[in-house]
């Protein structure tokens, strides 16, 4: 015999996930956090790579309540992100990096769509960020932000990869902005959605 029931399996899942932490300085909703990273990914170790900073979780949860936007540097997060508690939320996930007007912008200008994107999006105003896949994207968002250029609310900083994405997480660590990172070279889209996901979570039933 086997689980079968959804619910089910992710709610014993958590029990063997709680059963292996370690680590204990989390805040109780941090390590809600945390859970759904090593969740998503099977990988214990986020208990020792996951970096809060700034009053993130409570900043993030305030501003979520007040149906936000919030861009991410990937479709792949966007589409992991739970339809029916953004929808509860009125939340709003956008991605860029398809837009035709990006891809012209980042040729034209010798750059990634990923840095272009990041630009379309604080034109557009959004002040809510969640990078897993692009270092570049965070540097150019932090380069936007100390110029003067960009507001920022709070930023989900978790690209995955070995150029460039474990300076770019410890860049943004050296911000007293609202954040999540992960240390080194781990991270990636569905990290970026499992926090969205476990921050929506702890704000409507599902």
Known sequence: ??????????????????????????????????????????????????????????????????KTKIYTDT??????????????????????ISDEDVAQKAKAEGTTRSQAAIEKAIREGITCFSIGNAPTALYKLLEEYDA?????????????????????????????LPQVTTIGNKGGSNVAASIINALMYMLVER
């Open 1 to 66: 015999m086997y689980i079968n029931n959804p619910m089910e399996i992710e709610n014993k899942s958590m029990d063997i996930i709680e059963e292996g932490l370690k680590k204990t300085d989390f805040t109780a909703e941090e390590k809600l956090i945390v859970k759904r990273t090593i969740h998503t990914t099977g990988d214990p170790d986020y208990q020792n790579i996951v970096a809060f900073k700034a009053d993130f979780v409570n900043v993030a949860k305030k501003v979520l309540l007040a």
């Open 148 to 176: 003067g250029r960009a507001k920022i609310d709070f930023v989900i900083g978790v690209p995955v990869g070995f150029v460039g994405a474990a300076e770019s997480k410890e860049d943004l660590r050296g911000y007293d």
């Open 75 to 96: 479709n792949m997060t966007r589409a992991g992100v739970n339809k029916k508690a953004m929808e509860k939320l009125g939340l709003e996930v956008v991605s860029y």
